[in-house]
């Protein structure tokens, strides 16, 4: 076997790409757009104009058959005198020596490079994909959903990688959701709006202008999250204005207090993922195979800020969202939210759980 290391100017980038997906097999999964990985592993991404990096390809007689991007970014917020490196872009067989390979020489070069400690999977921040999932395989995937084959965790457990944090989604059926409903709605009566908090949706068309102004607030946030890294405003409205498209009225909504000030934010979208399924990883078929009516409603992200976590907010917000989009779709995820305790548990136990991994070095 041979061990190539390269960087985006590569001709074996295309190589690392035809990788994507390779080892599914009974697992549900809805393939990935080539154009989108050449579009992400370019130059041009702002992430690669700070952090260092190297693809590695194992080949084996010229042909791919396992690959990694191993990453350190310089912006991520770490502990003092830590420096935590990534891997991402995992594809390996189902095959201990060669992942052990593969993992060798990335953790080679993440030591050589300063790392501290290794995370992973992570394709290069959290704005991005990351997580593996570790259970739910024989569920339907939602877009955007952490999906991979079901041996990938065992490969990173058996090579002395911990499990360093973990998520769950729901699927929530339409009654499940209206009982809910009623018990937020009991609450949010209830209680006194303290804060003179107002929800207002952002305005779908000029996303670009909304977004702009959630950037502080919104990375404010995402600081209280796991793995946080500060990108630009440019970055951020780049990154989440790719949901224009998925979005409905209402589907993202801004909190704000009574002096105006921008507190919180939620939004959920469409799923289309049976026409992506149906596309096949070719966009050229994506526009013939959205002509349906989607049955499933994600609830996706929120946040409030810090000195409002243990408020009420969460169910303010939630509240909101249910209310308007509980009787379009039958079907809802309760999407990816972290191990912490969750409102979403009153309803029912969740069925997906995904988890990221760590190895210190």
């Given at each position: 076997?041979?061990?190539?290391?390269?960087?985006?100017?590569?001709?074996?980038?295309?190589?690392?790409?035809?990788?994507?997906?390779?080892?599914?097999?009974?697992?549900?999964?809805?393939?990935?757009?080539?154009?989108?990985?050449?579009?992400?592993?370019?130059?041009?991404?702002?992430?690669?104009?700070?952090?260092?990096?190297?693809?590695?390809?194992?080949?084996?007689?010229?042909?791919?058959?396992?690959?990694?991007?191993?990453?350190?970014?310089?912006?991520?917020?770490?502990?003092?005198?830590?420096?935590?490196?990534?891997?991402?872009?995992?594809?390996?067989?189902?095959?201990?020596?060669?992942?052990?390979?593969?993992?060798?020489?990335?953790?080679?070069?993440?030591?050589?490079?300063?790392?501290?400690?290794?995370?992973?999977?992570?394709d290069l921040h959290i704005y991005n994909n990351y997580r593996f999932m570790t259970e739910g395989f024989d569920t339907s995937p939602f877009l955007a959903e952490p999906r991979n084959p079901s041996y990938y965790p065992s490969l990173f457990e058996n090579y002395g990688f911990e499990e360093d944090n973990y998520w769950r989604s729901w699927e929530i059926e339409e009654d499940e959701l209206s009982k809910f409903y009623d018990f937020l709605n009991m609450i949010v009566t209830r209680r006194k709006n303290i804060h003179g908090i107002e929800l207002s949706p952002i305005d779908i068309e000029n996303i670009e202008d909304a977004l702009s102004e959630?950037?502080?607030?919104?990375?404010?946030?995402?600081?209280?999250?796991?793995?946080?890294?500060?990108?630009?405003?440019?970055?951020?409205?780049?990154?989440?204005?790719?949901?224009?498209?998925?979005?409905?009225?209402?589907?993202?909504?801004?909190?704000?207090?009574?002096t105006g000030k921008i507190v919180g934010f939620m939004y959920g979208h469409i799923d289309f993922a049976e026409g992506f399924k149906k596309a096949n990883g070719d966009y050229s078929k994506l526009i013939e195979n959205m002509a349906y009516k989607p049955q499933r409603y994600i609830y996706h992200t929120f946040g409030v800020i810090k000195e409002m976590r243990f408020s009420d907010m969460t169910g303010r917000l939630t509240h909101s969202q249910i209310g308007?989009?509980?009787?379009?779709?039958?079907?809802?995820?309760?999407?990816?939210?972290?191990?912490?305790?969750?409102?979403?548990e009153r309803i029912k136990e969740p069925n997906r759980y995904y988890k990221m991994y760590k190895l210190e070095l």
């Amino acid at each position: 076997m041979q061990i190539e290391m390269f960087d985006l100017d590569s001709a074996y980038l295309h190589k690392f790409i035809a990788l994507q997906d390779k080892y599914f097999t009974q697992e549900n999964f809805i393939p990935s757009f080539k154009e989108s990985l050449y579009a992400t592993l370019n130059t041009s991404n702002p992430f690669f104009h700070n952090a260092k990096y190297s693809l590695i390809l194992v080949l084996n007689d010229e042909m791919p058959i396992a690959r990694a991007l191993v990453t350190i970014d310089p912006r991520r917020v770490n502990e003092e005198s830590s420096v935590v490196g990534n891997i991402g872009y995992f594809e390996c067989p189902n095959d201990k020596s060669i992942s052990k390979l593969l993992m060798d020489t990335a953790i080679d070069w993440l030591k050589q490079n300063g790392a501290t400690s290794v995370h992973g999977p992570m394709d290069l921040h959290i704005y991005n994909n990351y997580r593996f999932m570790t259970e739910g395989f024989d569920t339907s995937p939602f877009l955007a959903e952490p999906r991979n084959p079901s041996y990938y965790p065992s490969l990173f457990e058996n090579y002395g990688f911990e499990e360093d944090n973990y998520w769950r989604s729901w699927e929530i059926e339409e009654d499940e959701l209206s009982k809910f409903y009623d018990f937020l709605n009991m609450i949010v009566t209830r209680r006194k709006n303290i804060h003179g908090i107002e929800l207002s949706p952002i305005d779908i068309e000029n996303i670009e202008d909304a977004l702009s102004e959630l950037y502080e607030t919104a990375l404010d946030i995402f600081s209280q999250n796991y793995s946080y890294s500060k990108i630009s405003k440019e970055e951020f409205v780049a990154i989440f204005s790719k949901l224009k498209n998925f979005l409905a009225p209402n589907s993202f909504q801004i909190a704000k207090d009574s002096t105006g000030k921008i507190v919180g934010f939620m939004y959920g979208h469409i799923d289309f993922a049976e026409g992506f399924k149906k596309a096949n990883g070719d966009y050229s078929k994506l526009i013939e195979n959205m002509a349906y009516k989607p049955q499933r409603y994600i609830y996706h992200t929120f946040g409030v800020i810090k000195e409002m976590r243990f408020s009420d907010m969460t169910g303010r917000l939630t509240h909101s969202q249910i209310g308007e989009f509980k009787n379009i779709f039958p079907q809802s995820i309760a999407a990816l939210t972290t191990s912490q305790k969750s409102i979403v548990e009153r309803i029912k136990e969740p069925n997906r759980y995904y988890k990221m991994y760590k190895l210190e070095l």
